[in-house]
T-cell receptor
């Protein structure tokens, strides 16, 4: 089944303890992205990637790192999580062809709580 | 800069029509539309590229006015399953640097 898989689905951690949220897609998509969703603020892009080894900052990159060493994986790293990073996180992937563009397929989300 | 969506919320009866608008102050390469149901991930509905096209998806269609940097989502003969929050997303280029609006909560009542 074509999908974007995020792990874990739920995570409670303490301030300052480094964590990684994994994201993997099995559709050979070149584009991948991380979003956070907060009540009243909607979906905000953290980082996006246009292909392997090509990443760029989105609208809210502070406090996050990403890497794209393989096409299928796009992990989100929080080096020193803080309570203001408590949020619902979505990974998404997309692709285009010579004749058409397609939107993002989203993972199921990771609900992160930093205490 | 975040695109502006309107209205913020709309309540309909089954069979009624609705229009959701999305506008940007920046020149756009494309506009995306997504629907998110409570507790679920957003689901892609359609993408419109610059060139002023209109696309359809069952009873849901959309238009993109490139000159005005505006897009509208049209829901006709709404069904209960259309309930959810609709987001537009805008791209200045083709790299999927997608910025979402704040969403429009659509409720369809029997």
């Amino acid at each position: 089944e074509a999908q974007v898989t995020q792990n874990p689905r739920y995570l409670i951690t303490v301030t300052g303890k480094k964590l990684t949220v994994t994201c993997s897609q099995n559709m050979n998509h070149e584009y991948m992205s991380w979003y956070r969703q907060d009540p009243g603020l909607g979906l905000r892009q953290i980082y996006y990637s246009m292909n392997v080894e090509v990443t760029d900052k989105g609208d809210v990159p502070e406090g996050y790192k990403v890497s794209r060493k393989e096409k299928r994986n796009f992990p989100l790293i929080l080096e020193s999580p803080s309570p203001n990073q408590t949020s619902l996180y979505f990974c998404a992937s997309s692709f285009s062809t010579a004749t058409a563009n397609y939107g993002y397929t989203f993972g199921s989300g990771t609900r992160l709580t930093v205490v | 800069q975040q695109p502006v969506q309107s209205p913020q919320a709309v309540i309909l009866r089954e069979g009624e029509d609705a229009v959701i608008n999305c506008s940007s102050s920046k020149a756009l390469y494309s506009v995306h539309w997504y629907r998110q149901k409570h507790g679920e991930a957003p689901v892609f509905l359609m993408i419109l590229l610059k060139g002023g096209e209109q696309k359809g998806h069952e009873k849901i269609s959309a238009s993109f006015n490139e000159k005005k940097q505006q897009s509208s989502l049209y829901l006709t003969a709404s069904q209960l399953s259309y309930s959810g929050t609709y987001f537009c997303g805008t791209e200045p280029g083709s790299a999927r640097q997608l910025t979402f609006g704040s969403g429009t909560q659509l409720t369809v009542l029997p």
